[in-house]
């Protein structure tokens, strides 16, 4: 149900290698920048739903549609940012600086385990009154915050708990195959 992401990112990282993608940005910055802000628009609006569909009385096939939907152009938004960071062309220059700031390395590290566990656990937050469903900017701003931190602390248990005693054994079975 999450091929979404995983496909954009693959489809992103196909771009840079085989298709120069980044230096057709470079050449365009006016465009380049207009991607980004149309990118950045619909990463903080679709980033934003933590307000189930159905709670605006929507068809059940209109919810099938955004549920579905929805996370895929989140994804597709996303995979435009990263390809104008990477470009350095136009205001990509400061993203890739910004994005490439040695204090989020920790974030980075755990953001595997995160893409895989946030969504059940921001619903488990949610049904246990830690994360409050948000009624103003400044209540979805507090929900964001919160719904970040339990995500990224349940990350941080399945990281050392599992992706790093995995990614440990790589050696092991890499010797072994010789």
């Keep these: 149900t999450r091929y979404g992401g995983l496909l954009c990112g693959v489809i992103a990282a196909l771009l840079v290698e085989e298709r120069g993608v980044l230096e057709r940005m470079r050449r365009h910055p006016v465009a380049t920048n207009a991607a980004l802000a149309v990118a950045l628009g619909e990463v903080a609006r679709l980033g934003a739903r933590l307000q189930p569909v159905f709670v605006y009385r929507w068809p059940p096939l209109a919810n099938l549609a955004y549920y579905a939907g929805s996370g895929t152009l989140f994804a597709v938004a996303v995979a435009v940012v990263m390809l104008v960071a990477l470009s350095g062309a136009g205001a990509g220059s400061l993203l890739g600086r910004a994005l490439g700031w040695r204090g989020l390395y920790p974030i980075g590290q755990l953001s595997y385990s995160a893409y895989l566990i ?21 209540g979805l701003l507090g929900a964001l915050v919160a719904a970040t931190a339990l995500a990224l602390c349940a990350s941080a248990v399945v990281y050392l708990l599992v992706e790093r005693p995995f990614m440990n054994l790589r050696p092991l079975i890499e010797r072994g195959a010789r």
Excluded: E, M, Y
């Design 118 to 138: 946030h969504v059940p656990v921001v619903q488990w937050g949610a049904r246990h009154g830690l994360i409050a469903a948000p009624g103003s900017l400044p």
